[in-house]
């Protein structure tokens, strides 16, 4: 999880960052603005990283970063207190990362960012959040800790708990997925499902969320930041 920020007051939305000149290469999923920049080498990927080392150090405003041979993830958010999301310091941030991506001749593809969320249901989520923080090692969220846990460490998906009216007819819980892509994939995304077999489940949602099935009934959320705001 990003270090803690107290103090800051310069909260925006998704919206506003997307807005914000500069952000480009950005897209605000679930759990941050993100950017993948392709690189193509280990050692071009360690450049990039070392560049926004830096930058991080001076800002005192550390990003999440995914070091891959082919490439690098970037991801940044503002944590403050109860606050998880977008402030100006990520928009600042986000442009700085892009002119060093950019001064080592790096371009990046905002089509390859998305994120994982895991939605388990129950009819009461403070009877089965425990387990899974106990399971996980997970630390409840700090902005909706009666709903949400995160990986203190920032590697595995999020966790946030569904409030079901009653439980499935089995007995049993229930859990699906969420994933987070840009929004201007997500249709392309949905069409690819249901050509994979799966069916839509409801869409009324839209364009915030679209759940599919597949064809045992696990379902699926492909989610974005639009109409949240």
């Not at 387990?131 to 709903?147: H, I, K, N, Q, T």
Request: aromatic share 8%; hydrophobic share 40%; proline share 6%.
């Amino acid at each position: 999880m990003p270090d803690r920020e107290e103090g800051l007051t310069d909260h925006i939305t998704a919206n506003q960052f997307h807005e914000s000149e500069g952000v480009e290469d950005w897209r605000v999923l679930g759990d941050g603005a993100c950017a993948y920049f392709r690189t193509g080498t280990f050692a071009a990927s360690a450049r990039l990283v070392q560049a926004i080392g830096e930058l991080a150090e001076v800002a005192h405003h550390p990003p999440d970063v995914d070091l891959r041979r082919h490439g690098v993830t970037v991801r940044l958010i503002t944590v403050a207190g109860d606050y998880f999301g977008m402030s100006r310091r990520d928009v600042e941030m986000a442009r700085q990362i892009s002119a060093a991506a950019q001064k080592l001749g790096l371009s990046a593809d905002p089509s390859a960012v998305q994120s994982v969320l895991v939605i388990p249901g129950a009819p009461a989520r403070a009877e089965v959040m425990p387990f899974w923080r106990a399971v996980l090692g997970y630390e409840p969220r700090g902005d909706s800790p009666d709903e949400d846990l995160v990986d203190p460490g920032s590697r595995g998906p999020s966790f946030w708990f569904e409030q079901m009216e009653e439980p499935r007819m089995d007995g049993g819980g229930a859990i699906h997925v969420a994933v987070w892509v840009p929004y201007e994939e997500a249709e392309a995304r949905v069409a690819a499902a249901l050509a994979a077999g799966g069916r839509m489940v409801r869409d009324e949602f839209a364009p915030s969320w679209w759940t599919l099935a597949d064809a045992a009934g696990n379902e699926a959320d492909i989610a974005t930041t639009q109409g949240r705001d």
